[in-house]
């Protein structure tokens, strides 16, 4: 028995993996991870594997980072956590202090979660609760657009739209508005075009529910776990003009496209709005802790400024809300930005990136080649029919088991082929990243 296998066996007697079918574990290995170098995971047997999906989106730096170890370690030395309510810690006002100063102007207070799924629910929480303060307590439901995904809690999960994690749940969920998708094919250029298209949908559906609509939710630019499905800008200025118009809030949930994913520091951005509330996590902390932040505005945070009344105060809170260590590795991520330039830095890889990319559009089994920023994707389909797979086949499997043996962890959405790569890569590693998809993107259509 190798150390790998070792390893798997114990794990299977015990564990109950996320995201995952067990029983599949009968035939694809699952892979225990000794040591991270940079962006290179390597398990126990020695085999590495080139990590392109940034461990779930989150590790944006490699692994074991020397500059973020060493800060997470002098911050362990001095305070690991206290309570956040009624004290304070330097590592959370710093890092306060830089949400307010990075995000777009406007967002003045940050409220903390632990994980993203938390953090929506604090901004579908608040903007309901904004509301009701405001004397229309009415304003109770959510918009949201079709695609979305906004995390697995039950609140979450009502404002998705992804079929796969929600509809087992439905008799759960809350009814939720979904106003269509703005997604494009960048390589038939009619981005603008559908933007058009979809805030028209989600005009028809304001115009009859906005009374009673707290906010609308959306994933700026990308709907990354819908199959990394890419709009235009022009949607999120055209929403926040609807949103201004028939007043509800806009939540930006930038949880997976923050932090550079898009090419700039966070999507807004792109176009030039500022969201009611802005949802945070992911590469947060470099993908090492998990913390949420909810940025909002002043006037969002005066309507709940009050003398003491239970049921003005926003009394929500989780164990680790604005954990020192967490916040610590924040700090070090942000410090990283700015003495690396790294939203500069990352122009050379997109151009990389769309070198290989060009030469994937070529094969007849890719289509609907596409990047925004950081985030390049293609889908699968019959070379015979041009049509998609039939999702039983599990195409996507084929091509992770293939990239896995050829020293690559991608990990498709389905038909869809994706990179995610943390900032560190040289050419070389894009190479590599090339040539294994290329050859994996071979094996699955087989
Ligand atoms: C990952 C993700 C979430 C949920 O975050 P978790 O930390 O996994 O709960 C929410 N929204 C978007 C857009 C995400 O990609």
Redo the contacts with the bound molecule.
């Keep these: 028995m190798t150390r790998n296998q070792d390893w798997q066996r114990r794990d299977l007697n015990v564990l109950w993996h996320p995201c995952t079918q067990m029983k599949d574990h009968e035939s694809i290995p699952l892979v225990p991870v000794d040591r991270g170098e940079g962006p290179w995971l390597v398990d126990f047997d020695g085999r590495r594997y080139l990590d392109i999906i940034s461990s779930?989106?989150?590790n944006i730096f490699g692994h074991a980072n020397p500059f973020i170890n060493e800060r997470i370690k002098a911050q362990v030395d001095k305070l690991e956590h206290v309570i956040l309510a009624g004290f304070s810690h330097a590592p959370v006002v710093e890092l306060s202090e830089r949400l307010v100063e990075i995000t777009p102007s406007g967002l003045d207070r940050a409220f903390y979660a632990d994980?993203?799924?938390?953090?929506?629910e604090v901004a579908l929480k608040m903007s309901y609760h904004y509301w009701r303060n405001s004397g229309r307590p009415e304003k109770s439901e959510f918009v949201t657009v079709a695609n979305?995904?906004?995390?697995?809690?039950l609140g979450?999960l009502s404002v998705?739209d992804v079929g796969l994690y929600k509809d087992t749940y439905g008799p759960l969920l809350r009814a939720t508005a979904t106003a269509p998708s703005p997604a494009c094919r960048q390589d038939r250029g009619d981005c603008r075009e559908r933007a058009a298209e979809a805030l028209d949908g989600m005009r028809r559906i304001l115009q009859e529910q906005a009374d009673r609509t707290a906010a609308v939710i959306v994933?700026p630019l990308v709907?990354?776990?819908a199959g990394m499905l890419m709009h235009h800008p022009d949607y999120i200025r055209g929403l926040r003009m609807l949103c201004d118009e028939f007043d509800v809030h806009l939540i930006a949930?930038?949880?997976?496209?923050g932090f550079g994913r898009t090419g700039t520091l966070f999507a807004c951005e792109q176009a030039d709005i500022t969201p009611d509330f802005m949802?945070l996590?992911?590469g947060l902390t470099a993908g090492y802790l998990?913390l949420?932040a909810v940025l909002t505005s002043d006037t969002v945070y005066q309507a709940f400024y009050d003398d003491y009344n239970s049921m003005r105060a926003f009394l929500h809170s989780h164990s680790f809300t604005g954990n020192p260590l967490a916040c610590a590795a924040a700090l070090a991520t942000l410090d990283l930005f700015e003495r690396d330039d790294v939203i500069n830095a990352n122009h050379k890889a997109q151009t990389i990136m769309d070198g290989h990319l060009a030469e994937l559009a070529k094969l007849p089994h890719i289509t609907n080649v596409r990047r925004t920023g950081m985030i390049a994707a293609m889908d699968l389909v019959d070379p015979a029919t041009g049509e998609p797979f039939p999702s039983e086949e599990r195409r996507g499997v084929r091509a992770y088991q293939h990239a896995l043996e050829h020293e690559l962890l991608l990990r498709p959405l389905g038909n869809t082929l994706y990179w995610m790569p943390p900032y560190v890569l040289d050419e070389n590693d894009y190479r590599h990243v090339f040539e294994v998809t290329r050859d994996a993107s071979h094996a699955a259509v087989r």
């Design positions: 779930w989106w989150v994980n993203g799924s938390s953090g929506v979305s995904y906004h995390g697995e809690t979450t998705g994933e709907q990354c776990a949930d930038e949880i997976a496209v949802c996590s992911k998990p949420a």
